[in-house]
């Protein structure tokens, strides 16, 4: 059994995110145009990426233009956080519970997501040897604490990624050393990717969860009965 203290949880802003253009300047320096991803300053609300094993090819694929890194954020939260928006469930040491940064720059999301889709790439060609010497060269950073496994009766280790950018660099390289395969929801709109083959589903499988699959098969349905009446 894997504790509270141990599930990663990540914050987002439930007002949502917005892109905020601003001037920068500097000693020396020609101002230039700078666009952040921002909060709208709303409660937050907590999920837990990890449980969604499919998040970074979503990452990877949505966030090829500014529009799909909004509606990334809006769902996901931003990517980092740091020392002023880092925040604990009570008393300090006692959850891996964290809050994002209030602001980050749009290039550096739309940088890491072309990143993290050349590692997709690499895996689904087979060529795992390059894509873990890439991997190799930005690691994720990672928290060891220990954890009591009530099935054996003993501690043991256990990794927690500090922030949803590393939990996505974690869930790219827990790939690299499977033979899963993934597959993109077929239902019209859904972004979601699952696993199939090993510790996924069947192969034949075609949507993320029966909800997509009602609402694909009632589309169709529809579209049938439209072409019937023309």
């Known amino acids: 059994m894997i504790h509270e203290l141990f599930l990663f949880e990540w914050a987002v802003?439930?007002?949502?995110?917005?892109?905020?253009?601003?001037?920068?300047?500097?000693?020396?320096?020609?101002?230039?145009?700078?666009?952040?991803?921002?909060?709208?300053?709303?409660p937050m609300r907590f999920y837990r990426p990890l449980d969604e094993p499919g998040l970074w090819r979503q990452f990877a694929e949505t966030c090829s233009s500014s529009a799909g890194v909004l509606e990334f954020v809006n769902e996901?939260?931003?990517?980092?956080?740091?020392?002023?928006?880092?925040?604990?469930?009570?008393?300090?040491?006692q959850t891996q519970r964290r809050i994002s940064s209030s602001n980050q720059?749009?290039?550096?999301?739309?940088?890491?997501?072309?990143f993290i889709r050349h590692l997709a790439g690499l895996i689904d060609a087979g060529d795992r040897e390059n894509a873990s010497n890439l991997l190799n060269?930005?690691?994720?950073?990672?928290q060891k604490l220990q954890q009591f496994n009530d099935r054996k009766a003993r501690y043991e280790p256990v990794?927690?990624?500090?922030?949803?950018?590393?939990?996505?660099?974690?869930?790219?390289?827990?790939?690299?050393?499977g033979k899963r395969q993934w597959r993109r929801c077929r239902n019209t709109g859904c972004p979601k990717w699952?696993?199939?083959?090993?510790?996924?589903?069947?192969?034949?499988?075609?949507?993320?969860?029966?909800?997509?699959?009602?609402?694909?098969?009632?589309?169709?349905?529809?579209?049938?009965d439209r072409k019937d009446a023309q």
């Open 137 to 142: 060269r930005f690691p994720p950073e990672m």
């Open 105 to 114: 720059p749009l290039e550096n999301i739309l940088r890491f997501a072309a």
């Open 159 to 177: 990794l927690v990624p500090l922030t949803l950018k590393d939990a996505l660099l974690h869930q790219t390289g827990e790939e690299i050393g």
């Open 194 to 224: 699952f696993p199939l083959g090993q510790s996924g589903h069947t192969i034949r499988r075609e949507f993320c969860s029966d909800r997509c699959r009602v609402a694909s098969a009632r589309r169709d349905r529809l579209e049938e």
């Open 13 to 42: 802003d439930q007002n949502g995110y917005k892109i905020v253009r601003w001037q920068q300047e500097g000693p020396g320096i020609a101002p230039f145009d700078v666009d952040d991803i921002r909060r709208n300053g709303g």
């Open 76 to 93: 996901f939260g931003l990517l980092t956080d740091d020392a002023r928006a880092r925040a604990w469930k009570g008393e300090e040491v």
